[in-house]
């Protein structure tokens, strides 16, 4: 029974660590997921919170991780990981039974599961960590470690040091479908394999003093328009399609004339793409631009601001020598997905991203 009871210790704290580890690599993703659940509890006041909460939840989830695979101080790591996990359960229940929002991003984009799958993980380390707690006599500690607290608290401040590294950086493992690589052509489009959904249509007629509903296949044979009387059709989902939504949603470039010209930019032989949510951090950024390539094979590379504040990233760039840059608009969830730092820089050929870099970088 000791080596069961260890079994799972291990089992319970790696798996930690591993969540942990992989939104440490995405704290900014998580921290819109974060926001997700305030808009949906009308809690936008919070949405500042946001940020140093999944910076706080990661590193929680790795420090109590090691600390149960250290096997140190016991009661006060198993108490934490309850109130730690109960609070994870929560959510993953509300994402359940609501279905808002669409997942939980208990394990970031890099490996997503469905809100039941995180529902029943959620319970099954719920189920491991009270048989830790009911059964502390089956917790023997046949080897002793030195330092448990130092390297305790060490992990707790490489993960800090990593989250601060990846917020400036970019994510060390890039997940997203802008990835280097990534076609962002074919990622706006539906996959191949979607299944849309299966309807059938219901008529609702009134019959003299009675209201008869029927399918569209279905029609009654005495059926007339002058004994029938029109109410109302409904388009009655019989079965949910699968994977309807492309990789990419709402990256449409849109210029001062409203006319999208997404197409036409990924098709471009080269193109440089900088991306910010916020003008006032392109304003920051602006020492950067000089580093940018300006040619290719003798060719200029053209540059395009993408940005969900275009009036104010104008006003910026008209002070400098920029200004002739064209600004295009974008839905703010597209951007905050592009640029895990603000401003990104991306180089496309023909809508293949070839590189991305955060403007820090340069």
Known sequence: MNLFYN???????LLFIFSGLIKANDPLGLSYKIQEYFEIWNLHALNS?????????????????????????????????????????GLTGYTYWTGFPKNCGCFGDCLPLSSFQSFLKDLLLLAFLSFL????RFNKKAVSYPFKGFYCLL?????????????????????????????LNENRKVPATAIPDSTVIIFTYKQGNKVVRFPASQFPAD??????????REDKVIRA????DPPIKGFVL?????????????QLPAALLVITEQASALNRSLSSFEKLPAKINNNPIPVYVVT???????????????NGWPVFSCDLKAIQTAARTDPTIYYLEKGVVIRKKAANDF
């Open 7 to 13: 079994i799972i210790r291990l089992f319970v704290s």
């Open 49 to 89: 919170f946001s940020l140093p909460l999944a910076v706080l939840l990661n590193t929680a989830e790795i420090g109590l991780g090691v600390a149960l695979f250290l096997n140190w101080k016991t009661k006060i790591t198993h108490f934490s990981l309850l109130v730690l996990l109960l609070f994870f359960t």
């Open 133 to 136: 707690i009911a059964f502390p």
């Open 155 to 183: 992990a707790v401040i490489l993960v800090l040091s990593f989250q601060y590294y990846t917020l400036h950086h970019l994510p060390i493992i890039d997940c997203l479908p802008y990835k280097v690589g990534a076609d």
């Open 223 to 232: 059926f007339s328009s002058q004994t029938y009387q029109y109410i109302s």
């Open 241 to 244: 399609g699968k994977d309807m």
């Open 254 to 266: 849109s210029g001062e004339t409203g006319i999208d010209s997404t197409n036409y930019i990924l």
């Open 308 to 322: 969900a504040q275009p009036t104010q990233v104008k006003q910026i760039l008209s002070k400098t020598k920029y």
